[in-house]
């Protein structure tokens, strides 16, 4: 996109980060956005941006509420809640094929964990339509792998072989399988997090010995604990080069949950031990940044990595 049209957005950005983040969700602070930059608003605009970030549930979440929906045009509502309900209705999709596929791995004694979108929907957010999943991430254990490939055949088709000794050693941590028929459900077995190659390797084995217990669909699963959680999401952004925004939006209500705050000498340990820091640390910079995520000054003196780093991401916001 043109440098004059990102000019343009800008203010879209600012107003749907402000509609979208942990903040929108506390009464007490009569949260609104902040219009005066976009009079008159284009609405297609933001709708754009929302959908672009897989945040629209979020955003017709936050309109619907009492103090805002006045000001929200009727068709924008309505289009908001068509795209909701679609999101809904594949996350229903998704976790009724879990429904049917937790038997097979209990029958052959597969433990597997719910990552990411899978695991944020059932514990973070308040209705499982608000986090859309483009596919469902679990936690696998190596050994498992050739029953999940008969298991999920041939309903499902890997989109490539299974890789070979050497490779799962090395460089491959994950294998998509899709469902060929409609709609067409993508799940992702990690064994890892990332490839062992990868100088910040995570020890899965600890998200094994801390994973917690959930219901779904009356069978139980496992969901890694939310200092785990979090790691997890820090890797994945850092991943992508801190581009997917979406998963900010994922990052912000765990960090800023009251009732379940997070450990930070347990991520701050854990970070150091398996060169996680400036991952974490870029990751609740933005977070903080684009969200407003309250973090303490000392956790980010705690984690700020070496000052050359440092000096380099504050262009990205103009500061000086």
């Not at 229903?92 to 004694?109: C, D, G, R, S, V």
Request: hydrophobic share 40%; aromatic share 12%; net charge neutral.
């Amino acid at each position: 996109m043109a440098a004059n049209s990102q000019k343009q957005l800008a203010p879209y950005y600012n107003a749907l980060f402000q509609a979208t983040s942990s903040k929108a969700d506390k009464k007490a602070t009569g949260h609104k956005i902040d219009y005066s930059l976009l009079s008159p608003v284009d609405w297609d605009k933001l709708l754009y941006l929302a959908r672009n970030y897989d945040v629209i549930s979020l955003l017709y979440y936050y309109f619907k509420r009492p103090e805002n929906k006045k000001s929200i045009p009727a068709q924008v509502l309505s289009k908001l809640k068509i795209e909701y309900a679609g999101v809904c209705s594949l996350n229903m999709a998704y976790y009724q094929e879990l429904k049917q596929l937790i038997p097979h791995f209990n029958k052959h004694n597969i433990k597997i964990m719910l990552l990411k979108g899978a695991a944020m929907a059932q514990l973070i957010y308040p209705d499982i339509g608000l986090r859309a999943f483009g596919d469902v991430d679990l936690l696998i254990k190596t050994r498992d792998l050739p029953l999940i490939n008969d298991i999920m055949q041939p309903e499902y088709q890997p989109e490539d072989r299974l890789p070979d000794n050497k490779l799962l050693r090395c460089c491959c941590f994950h294998i998509n399988y899709i469902r060929m028929r409609a709609p067409g459900l993508s799940f992702e077995f990690h064994w890892a997090l990332y490839p062992a190659e990868n100088s910040a390797n995570f020890d899965t084995a600890l998200m094994w010995q801390e994973a917690e217990k959930i219901q779904l669909a009356g069978y139980n699963a496992l969901i890694p604990c939310r200092e785990h959680l979090f790691l997890h999401l820090c890797l994945h952004l850092s991943g992508h080069w801190f581009l997917s925004l979406k998963d900010l939006w994922d990052v912000d209500p765990l960090v800023s949950d009251p009732k379940h705050k997070l450990d930070w000498d347990k991520i701050i340990t854990l970070a150091k031990t398996y060169n996680l820091t400036p991952k974490i640390y870029y990751t609740i910079y933005f977070t903080h940044k684009l969200l407003g995520t309250e973090i303490d000054e000392k956790i980010l003196r705690q984690l700020a990595p070496c000052r050359f780093t440092h000096r380099i991401f504050p262009f990205i916001f103009d500061e000086e």
